[in-house]
């Protein structure tokens, strides 16, 4: 009769646990729940984020009625047709604009008619402009829907690496709720972007050597010998919602390299386990 070989009950067969396993795939499932239930918090707080300061339609904003204006119209692109001359020749020149010449501007140039019925500056004083807004906005994260930012904000022209910035200092919403100072910075860099972005007049734009305001009028000057100042650099500055989002990933990265490792080990084990047992 042979022998029966005992099983040392005590002894590591070095198979892979599908206990273990079962305990990746659940944990696994957990982390994707958890990103799923995260982008559809960060979808709801977003759209509920920006409804708390805009309105579902549109407010009328004053746009200049062009008709039997010629005459001032003329004079409005003759002034940005001499200063633009100067520009290209390298010679000094300057551009001085009163709050109903640039609204006048926006009813004119093609090149503002993203402005037009959401955009007109009613006062300049202080060194500031102050202007009505009825600024579109996408309701939600890709959506097509959009709410409107209406009231008034302020604005404070700076010179930034040559070119006008539009500083918005303040918004003034119609409906009273919290504004994201990322929301006012981009408000800021849209407002100049048709222009900044025009083949012909972008390279212009920013070849100014200051920009002010004196009185109750806008100022910009350009001099060929003018040397722009380095922009400082910005710190960033991550809200909330981005703070968390990079803590969220890393974690996800770190665990997923841990589930990767736990996985490799099982598997090289399993397969050394015949070969212990021989």
Known sequence: MSETTEVDPTKDTGK???????????????????MVAF?????????????GFTLDQPKQIPLVDTKDKESEQTALKAKFVGFRHDIEAKNKGEMILNANEMNLAIATFDILKPHRN????????????????SYPVKSRMGSDEMRYLTGSVIIVPEL???????????????KDGDIPDEFKKFISETLLHPIVNDKELGPLFKSLSSVEI???????TTDPGYMAPDAPEEKPTDSFLQKFIVGFGIVAVIFLAFVA?????????????PTTNK
């Open 118 to 133: 959401n955009f007109h500056i009613t006062e300049i004083r202080n060194s500031e402009i102050e202007a009505q807004v």
């Open 160 to 174: 930034v690496e040559g070119g006008a910035f539009p500083r918005i200092i303040k918004i003034r919403a119609d």
């Open 16 to 34: 892979f646990s599908p206990f273990a396993g079962c305990s990746i795939f659940i944990i696994a499932g957990c982390l994707a729940l958890g």
């Open 261 to 273: 490792m736990i996985i490799i080990i099982s598997r090289r084990k399993a397969k050394q386990s």
């Open 214 to 220: 004196i009185g109750d009028k806008l100022m910009v």
């Open 39 to 51: 982008t559809a918090w960060s979808y709801f707080k977003v759209k509920e984020k920006i409804e």
